[in-house]
């Protein structure tokens, strides 16, 4: 057992910690970019454009999770850098072949797909196929650099990946009504040119044949059999809200409830993405070498709690005032959706790293049965709202019906990572009381003033901060691994 232990920690320290820390900054720089220029995005551009924008983004969502068929995530996997190599190159032709078939269909069937998801220019549409094929090479460059430890570079272009989008966007925007949907496509272009010149970079040093491309497709055939079903329903099942709601409400509701979805996705893209990647990296290279993950699943489940209950202290700024203030008078009502939908995202944020563990223990089969089951129940929240014709009850169902999914994914990770499921239940319910706590003594204090909320919230995520370190968690390292090396 100790020799087994020592093995891990082995594997779990340096490059992967430093690793994690070049990782997570490059991610916070690029949505701490997108984060502060969304002031700007919606003083250029009305809800309702904004609206169209969320269906516009929501489709390519989907789209980007089918175009390379899912091999992107078994990039990490392989022992032999040629096999990961392959990976890449058959992901990037699976994203261009993916792309050409929906660019014929959506050819076909021009008419009915505008009127389907209420696009209002053809030319967004055919937008949606370059998009989704430009995202899949990225999604498969972006883990490629994570395998070769090229963690420099991953930083840099998620950099570049927050903020090129967004300057063109704003540029764009000030010349055209369409400056939105341009800047998003040549930001795309851009990063992916850039993601390529870095893999190039470490090219020469693979032996890489076209010949085995094939045999490799099909060594790692359960990823589009069994996760690409998964993958695409679970992206159905959160992006089809957005384009539900704006197909059948108006559009300037769509473009409040795409808003505060996306001000919600923010934070928890940036910690989920960041964390998650490097705890695929990791558990890969554990569980490959044949040891338990039940540990970095469970030290990796406390610290996303940790921030979680961050997020949960910041709902005291959250009113119409603030909103207004910050985002412009049109956006004040959607305050209302993020305290709605803000348990949906947290609790997202606390499961959807720890995913990965159902790919790295082979379990692909029993994610595609939870994830159909999710799928059925945000369908019928959806189908609810329309019939009673009620925004609210949407928001309100999607949020309720998130919340149990990713509490019940989360238990079913667990189990998978052959974690304790009461001790990662008791330390969940530690974190999320001792924020609800002082999320309530500070609403107590709240007023009028954005300043003095400002003063109450930070006070209260430092209490927070020390209570968990000195009291809930007196072992517990505040950084993104703790002193053996773990997360």
């Not at 196929?129 to 999604?139: E, H, N, R």
């Not at 795409?258 to 934070?267: E, G, N």
Request: aromatic content about 10%.
């Amino acid at each position: 057992m100790q020799r087994a232990r020592e093995k891990i920690l082995r594997l779990t320290l340096s490059p992967t910690a430093k690793g994690g820390a070049i990782i997570l900054s490059g991610n916070l720089l690029g949505q701490l970019i997108a984060v502060i220029s969304t002031p700007l995005l919606t003083r250029v551009y009305d809800p309702s454009i904004l609206g169209v924008y969320g269906i516009f983004t929501s489709i390519v969502s989907v789209v980007a999770v089918i175009s390379s068929m899912r091999y992107e995530l078994a990039i990490a996997l392989p022992k032999e850098d040629a096999k990961a190599a392959s990976l890449l190159v058959v992901s990037a032709i699976a994203s261009l072949l993916i792309a050409v078939l929906i660019l014929i269909l959506c050819f076909i069937f021009k008419n009915e797909l505008i009127a389907l998801t209420g696009l209002t220019n053809s030319a967004y549409l055919f937008l949606i196929p370059l998009s989704g094929a430009i995202i899949g090479v990225q999604q498969a460059s972006l883990q490629y650099l994570l395998r070769t430890n090229s963690y420099y570079n991953y930083a840099i272009s998620r950099v570049f990946q927050g903020s090129s989008i967004i300057i063109l966007q704003i540029v764009f925007g000030l010349v055209t009504g369409y400056g939105i949907f341009i800047g998003d496509s040549l930001g795309k272009v851009f990063i992916v040119l850039l993601l390529v010149y870095f893999v190039s970079k470490n090219w020469s040093r693979v032996s890489f044949q076209c010949s085995n491309l094939l045999d490799i497709a099909k060594a790692y055939s359960q990823f589009p059999k069994y996760n690409l079903p998964a993958a695409m329903l679970g992206a159905l099942s959160i992006n089809l809200p957005i384009i539900i709601i704006n197909s059948h409400f108006t559009s300037a509701a769509g473009g409040h409830f795409y808003m505060a979805y996306r001000l919600l996705s923010l934070p928890v893209q940036l910690l989920s993405q960041a964390i998650g990647q490097v705890f695929l990296a990791t558990a890969s290279r554990i569980y490959a070498n044949g040891l338990p993950i039940d540990t970095i699943t469970k030290d990796t489940i406390r610290n996303l709690s940790i921030a979680g209950g961050s997020l949960i202290l910041g709902l005291n700024l959250v009113t119409r005032d603030n909103v207004s203030i910050i985002l412009g008078e049109a956006w004040g009502p959607l305050y209302s959706y993020v305290l709605i939908m803000s348990p949906w995202f947290i609790f997202m944020l606390i499961s959807s790293p720890i995913s990965h563990v159902m790919n790295i223990s082979g379990k692909q089969k029993q994610s595609l049965i939870f994830t159909i089951v999710e799928f059925t129940l945000r369908c019928s929240i959806l189908y609810a709202s329309i019939m009673y014709n009620n925004i609210f009850l949407a928001a309100m169902g999607l949020s309720i019906v998130g919340s149990v999914i990713s509490v019940s994914g989360l238990l079913m990770f667990v189990i998978a990572a052959k974690a304790s499921v009461r001790k990662v239940i008791l330390d969940l319910l530690k974190v999320l009381l001792t924020a609800f706590s002082l999320l309530a003594l500070t609403l107590a204090f709240r007023n009028d003033s954005l300043f003095v909320n400002l003063i109450f919230s930070s006070i209260s995520l430092l209490s927070f901060l020390l209570i968990i370190k000195f009291v809930v968690f007196k072992d517990l390292n505040l950084g993104l691994y703790d002193k053996g090396g773990r997360f």
